[in-house]
């Protein structure tokens, strides 16, 4: 399977900090891949770096081939790399509708009609509430809207990080049976989750983190097959 992401000996922190010390990350066409591991291993940074938020200190960032390494974050958005960021991030006082048409402010704009029903229809519980203020729905609600926003901007690669923070156990399981839907249909996922078993049960690869540095990288079964990386990486 050829790479549609590929992120090679990556380094970044903040300030004087380093936090990323040579990462190397590949998501193939079509591809869930897990980015794994504990609080303050680097998945967040890593996120934000690869999507320009975060400047990278040295290595390559590659879409589809594509050097986006010192690229504006507004030029990789527009380059169809798009993030759903940890904790939502909607704009509470404005609809859902709203809310949904902003995200594709960047790119797609001119589809944006076909594609607020397309999430309408993946999302029925949005389009119930398509006037109601984003900051008055439920966490789970609000969890949709945020990825309906970022499958509003038609991303070639979804970053979902933490996804299921905060929600309940029926929600997690309705969460990770959409991001299933929504890779049967071809979208690429980059995939940053603390809930391991459910995020190895959907991926094709995994990639471990632990103080900004890989760890293993490779199949969900060879990382569940390793009881020292379980124990050691992801309190298994």
């Given at each position: ?35 794994l ?13 690869v ?9 390559r960032?590659m ?11 507004r ?6 790399l798009?993030q ?8 509470p ?12 402010y ?5 589809r944006?009609?076909?594609n ?9 519980r ?29 991303p ?6 933490e ?5 309940s ?8 049976a ?12 980059l ?10 049960a959907?991926a094709q ?6 103080n900004?540095q ?23």
């Open positions: 399977m050829s790479a549609l992401l590929e992120v090679r000996q990556l380094r970044g922190g903040y300030g004087r900090a380093e936090v990323l010390r040579g990462i190397d990350l590949a998501v193939g066409r079509g591809e869930i891949v897990a980015l591991g504990s609080n303050g291993a680097g998945k967040s940074t890593l996120n934000n770096t999507c320009g938020i975060v400047p990278a200190w040295s290595g960032v879409l589809d081939g594509r050097d986006l390494t010192r690229a504006h974050y030029e990789i958005v527009q380059a169809g798009i759903v960021p940890e904790g939502r991030r909607i704009f006082n404005l609809s859902v509708r709203e809310n949904l048409e902003l995200g594709a960047a790119r797609a704009r001119a944006r009609a076909v607020l029903e397309r999430v309408y229809a993946t999302f029925p949005l389009a119930e509430r398509t006037t109601q203020k984003a900051g008055t729905m439920s966490g789970g609600e609000q969890q949709m809207l945020a990825i309906g926003r970022g499958l509003m901007a038609e070639r690669l979804l970053i979902l990080d996804p299921s923070l905060g929600l156990p029926l929600l997690v399981e309705e969460l990770f959409l991001i299933g839907r929504l890779h049967a249909e071809g979208l690429s996922v995939l940053v989750e603390q809930n391991v078993a459910q995020s190895l959907i690869r995994a990639l471990v983190l632990a900004g890989e760890r293993f990288a490779g199949t969900p079964q060879q990382l569940l097959a390793s009881s020292e990386l379980k124990r050691a990486y992801l309190g298994m």
